[in-house]
Nanobody
Framework: QVQLVESGGGLVQAGGSLRLSCAAS????????MGWFRQAPGKEREFVAC????????FYADSVLGRFTISRDNAKNTVFLQMNSLLPEDTAVYYC?????????????????WGQGTQVTVSS
C-alpha cells in the first residue's frame, strides 16, 4: 500500500514556475514507477510525465516536453515536477500516481495509487 500527498500548487503568472512535490509513504517507494497527471475543468484527466524507479528513464506528454521536468529522491520518498514557462492552459489539478513494475505507463488505468491532487492556476 502506498499513500501519496501532493504539495506545491498555487497561483502563478504565465511564464512563471512552480515545483510540485509528492510525498509517498511505504518502504517500497523506490520500486514504483511514478507519474504526474492533470485534470483541467471540464476535461478528462491526462498524462503529464512519468519516471522509472531509478530515475534514469523519463517520459513526457508532448504538451509539456521541454518545459516540465520530473525527478525523484528515493531516500526521501518524494517525486517532483518542476514546471517552467507555465501557460494558462497548464491550469489544472495535478495528481501524483504510482504503479508497480518497470513499464513507463501513460494510461490512467495503469496506475495503482493516487494522491488527492494540488491545484495549479496560471493567470494570463
Amino acid at each position: 500500500q502506498v499513500q501519496l500527498v501532493e504539495s506545491g500548487g498555487g497561483l502563478v503568472q504565465a511564464g512563471g514556475s512552480l515545483r510540485l512535490s509528492c510525498a509517498a509513504s511505504g518502504r517500497t517507494f523506490s520500486s514504483y514507477v511514478m507519474g504526474w497527471f492533470r485534470q483541467a475543468p471540464g476535461k478528462e484527466r491526462e498524462f503529464v510525465a512519468c519516471i522509472s524507479w531509478s530515475g534514469t528513464r523519463t517520459f513526457y506528454a508532448d504538451s509539456v516536453l521541454g518545459r516540465f521536468t520530473i525527478s525523484r529522491d528515493n531516500a526521501k520518498n518524494t517525486v517532483f515536477l518542476q514546471m517552467n514557462s507555465l501557460l494558462p492552459e497548464d491550469t489544472a489539478v495535478y495528481y501524483c500516481a504510482a504503479r508497480s513494475g518497470t513499464y513507463l505507463a501513460k494510461g490512467e488505468s495503469e496506475y495503482d495509487y493516487w494522491g488527492q491532487g494540488t491545484q495549479v492556476t496560471v493567470s494570463s
